[in-house]
């Protein structure tokens, strides 16, 4: 599982969610679609497939592109759709294998990172929510902060702590400067179960495409930062986060403390 992991975080972003679309039993079917008016629900999908060239959008149709999916796919990122995503989508029930979502978050690593970098130097920091995004040890990498990273989603948690724990094997291929003196604490629950005494006041929190309460993070941190992410990998995220009943961080708006093309970090303190 890890071997993936580190193999997703060295690819193309962009190659590597195309290799999830034709890895896909689901949208290789859509993919066969020459011209299609879609409902709501799909419409998510059409957009994504859009966003990656496969489509483009005519009024209220979609149509096919000549573009072709990547030989090689990826069953992992394939079945985050067939398993997660396409089912939600439908109105049926999601089974996703923990070792699959803990797999798919490697594809936002070198955002993540990027999104670490801008965010300076501290000492204390909460990931207020793991799933979808992962941040983990580049927070640390970034700011030189001790993190404490809380998700109510204990499986998945407890892969990246195994992660985390093996990290000294693995700090050449992951590409991570991580401090050998790096402290991070994994917590099981939701923000609002999150004892005020036990940490401390962090430096900063943050909140990465769900729904988190902003005036319970401002509580329990100095700065409350709220990560989207823009393009394809936006769109998969939000797909993910809906899927797996996380909620939406929001559009990129309001206090803006840092935006590119791929990236808009908000300032919700």
């Not at 679309?21 to 859009?50: C, F, I, P, T």
């Not at 067939?82 to 439908?90: E, G, K």
């Not at 979808?132 to 702590?161: H, K, M, Q, R, Y």
């Not at 909140?207 to 988190?212: A, E, L, P, Q, T």
Request: hydrophobic share 45%; aromatic share 8%; charged share 25%.
């Amino acid at each position: 599982m890890f071997k993936i992991y580190i193999t997703f975080a060295k690819m193309y972003v962009s190659s590597v969610l195309e290799a999830g679309v034709a890895g896909s039993r689901y949208l290789r079917l859509l993919l066969k679609q020459n011209e299609v008016k879609v409902d709501d629900a799909l419409g998510k999908l059409y957009h994504l497939l859009a966003e990656l060239g496969y489509f483009v959008k005519r009024g209220d149709k979609y149509r096919r592109t000549n573009k072709a999916p990547p030989p090689i796919p990826s069953k992992v990122l394939g079945a985050i759709f067939d398993d997660v995503i396409v089912p939600h989508l439908l109105g049926e029930g999601v089974r996703p294998s923990h070792e699959t979502l803990f797999a798919a978050t490697a594809i936002f690593q070198g955002l993540r990172a990027r999104a670490a970098g801008k965010l300076g130097k501290m000492p204390l920091v909460l990931v207020a929510g793991w799933l979808p995004c992962g941040f983990s040890t580049e927070v640390a990498a970034a700011t030189g902060a001790d993190i404490v990273i809380l998700d109510e989603n204990w499986e998945v948690l407890a892969l990246e702590e195994e992660r985390v724990s093996i990290l000294p094997l693995e700090l050449e291929r992951v590409l991570e400067p991580v401090s050998p003196s790096l402290f991070i604490a994994f917590e099981v629950g939701r923000l609002e179960d999150l004892a005020l005494d036990k940490y401390g006041k962090f430096s900063a929190a943050v909140i990465c495409h769900r729904g988190v309460d902003a005036k319970r993070a401002r509580e329990v941190a100095e700065k409350v930062y709220k990560v989207r992410f823009l393009g394809a990998l936006g769109l998969f995220a939000d797909l993910l986060a809906e899927a797996l009943g996380l909620g939406q961080v929001g559009e990129c708006a309001g206090k803006i403390y840092y935006k590119d093309a791929d990236l808009c970090i908000m300032d919700a303190t």
